[in-house]
């Protein structure tokens, strides 16, 4: 039985509806991302569980608990804010206290509360400062010192990172993670970088117009999205239409109007009516040399219409029969000039078939 289940949930404001029949499952100890675009519904999903919002049909089962229409402040969970909401008149370690003292603990146990989660969001030391004296990232570590002092069942972040720069998000997502994992709490994250949650998350559910559209392991994901749209999140720039699919053991073959693709089938078997491939550009090989053996199956004949210079790569964006694909090569080599024929090629095991 799952710590957390969302049950055929829907959500909307008057006419307007956000979540549409949602299923989500979250283990005990389990830190699982909502990611997708602006408006797919995850930070709606994150208030109703939160208890910002009720659920117009559908159920939310906590602990084996029917949760749907328990008030916030009957539910013990913890939430960081993106705009960390600190109490700016209050010191640090008044901040973290603040959830103590409305529980009415005593003020020895509040000491010690507080001073341990101090130390363990390495803060130790701050506590007589206020928070226009921190950093950013030490703001947001006394934000989630706050939500965790409170020992909450269930802790959820809602993009926490956003406010800060490339260097610090990169350090704090690993503080997060290291003090999930080291406190064994389970999470829900939500953000728009895909980055951020492949490398902090147990799972990621991408949403999609407030439905979730795949949920599994990062790695997983991003070697085998289920959909066209998944696959473009992610980084999979590259789609072929196919008129025909044969299966023949572990490979499959399929048809376009121009040549052959030959693929290993992708965990999870896809529809029988799928004849939609995806390929990252990185994963496309590009031949100069065209002759007779670079034109049977996985192979395509293209003429370089733009070349971008990324630093480390060179993207080429190359016009062929079946239409136009990006190309990533490597930026050591000598560029391409626009007009060049050219050659693709499509490694079999990095074809993805997608619905």
Excluded: W
Excluded at 70 to 94: E, S
Excluded at 121 to 142: D, I
């Amino acid at each position: 039985m799952s710590l957390l289940s969302l049950n055929h949930v829907s959500v909307g404001y008057g006419q307007n509806t956000i979540l549409k029949d949602l299923n989500l499952n979250v283990e005990k100890g389990e830190l699982v991302s909502l990611l997708g675009p602006s408006g797919c519904g995850k930070t709606t999903t994150l208030r109703l569980i939160a208890g910002f919002l009720q659920a117009k049909t559908g159920q939310f089962l906590f602990n084996n608990k029917n949760y749907t229409r328990v008030p916030i402040n009957k539910r013990h969970f913890g939430f960081v804010f993106q705009n960390y909401a600190l109490f700016p008149h209050l010191t640090i370690f008044d901040n973290v206290a603040f959830g103590l003292r409305l529980r009415k603990m005593d003020k020895k146990t509040i000491e010690k509360k507080v001073r341990d989660i101090l130390q363990i969001v390495n803060l130790n030391g701050f506590e007589k400062r206020f928070p226009a004296e921190l950093s950013g990232g030490q703001r947001q570590r006394v934000a989630i010192a706050r939500a965790l002092v409170i020992e909450p069942d269930l802790l959820l972040f809602d993009e926490p990172l956003s406010n800060l720069d490339a260097n610090l998000r990169i350090a704090m997502r690993e503080e997060i993670r290291r003090i999930q994992q080291e406190l064994g709490i389970t999470a829900i994250y939500v953000s728009h970088d895909q980055e951020e949650c492949f490398s902090i998350s147990d799972k990621v559910a991408i949403l999609n117009h407030g439905m979730i559209e795949q949920i599994d392991q990062p790695k997983a994901i991003y070697q085998y999205p289920k959909t066209e749209f998944v696959a473009q999140f992610i980084g999979f720039k590259n789609f072929i239409t196919c008129t025909k699919r044969d299966i023949h053991g572990n490979e499959a073959v399929f048809s376009t109007t121009h040549g052959k693709f030959r693929t290993k089938m992708s965990p999870g078997t896809k529809s029988e009516t799928s004849l939609k491939l995806a390929i990252r550009p990185e994963d496309i090989e590009l031949y100069t040399d065209i002759h007779s053996d670079t034109t049977g199956e996985n192979f395509l004949t293209g003429q370089i219409q733009l070349s971008t210079f990324l630093g480390k790569s060179y993207q080429y964006k190359v016009l062929t029969p079946l239409g136009v694909f990006h190309v990533n090569c490597s930026s050591e080599t000598q560029p391409l000039a626009v007009g060049t024929t050219i050659n693709l090629f499509f490694p079999m095991d990095k074809l993805v078939n997608v619905d």
